[in-house]
């Protein structure tokens, strides 16, 4: 099926850790949406960014979308663990809404 | 305000079966999207309804099909199920159409025998 790259695929950090997943598209985007989706749960909508270099902060969570608009990160500082669960972007195209294949996060206490 | 939700929690069927999975979406929200996960991997997207209308779909056999009711609520239907149609699968709902932020319900997990 159709999906847009993440990476890493999987990250472990210790708790406290700086954390960055990363969303590559091979076309510019006109938005992305970020989702989280925690272990045996649904994906819950985190964000959206629409402005070219646009960043957005949500507590310990920063945002970003490229320049050129073909790329967005997420960025947790100071992992809990809490921010254990599965990172997904997802862009617009062609009237449907294509997930990226997801950074699996897990925190070490 | 009540979640999308969707019934049933777990499905148990055997191949060839014919599976039906349902979904209420949040009230007020006119637009339904299904989605496929399989184990441990992304979400693939199914169909999209929008005002009792298919307004797209991805790349699933014609044996996936569904449709959207009057009060919006929506079905998916699997025809002669395959032991790879075993997936979690999740239904979300948007105010409107565009690239609005999709709520999702808990899903239904179907189990192919």
């Known amino acids: 099926g159709q999906q847009v790259m993440q990476i890493p695929q999987y990250q472990h950090v210790q708790e406290g850790e700086d954390f960055t997943t990363y969303c590559n598209s091979s076309t510019t985007l006109s938005n992305i949406q970020w989702y989280k989706q925690r272990p045996g749960g649904h994906p819950v909508f985190l964000i959206q960014?629409?402005?070219?270099?646009e960043v957005k902060k949500q507590k310990r969570l920063t945002f970003q979308f490229g320049e050129a608009k073909k790329n967005s990160s997420l960025h947790i500082t100071a992992t809990q663990t809490t921010d254990v669960g599965t990172y997904f972007c997802?862009?617009?195209?062609?009237?449907?809404?294509?997930f990226g294949t997801g950074t699996r996060l897990q925190v070490f206490p | 305000e009540a979640g999308v939700t969707q019934s049933p929690t777990h499905l148990i069927k055997t191949r060839g079966q014919q599976a039906t999975l349902r979904c209420s979406p949040i009230?007020?929200?006119?637009?339904v999207y299904w989605y496929q996960q399989a184990l441990g991997l992304g979400l693939q997207f199914l169909l999209w309804y929008d005002e009792g209308e298919e307004r797209n779909r991805g790349n699933f056999p014609p044996r996936f099909s569904g449709r959207q009711f009057p009060n919006y609520s929506s079905e998916l239907n699997v025809n002669a199920l395959e032991l790879e149609d075993s997936a979690l699968y999740l239904c979300?709902?948007?105010f409107g159409t565009g690239f609005k932020p999709q709520h999702f319900g808990d899903g239904t997990r179907l189990s192919i025998l």
């Open positions: 997802a862009e617009e195209n062609t009237d449907k809404l294509i």
């Open positions: 979300a709902s948007s």
């Open positions: 009230s007020g929200h006119t637009s």
């Open positions: 960014l629409v402005k070219s270099g």
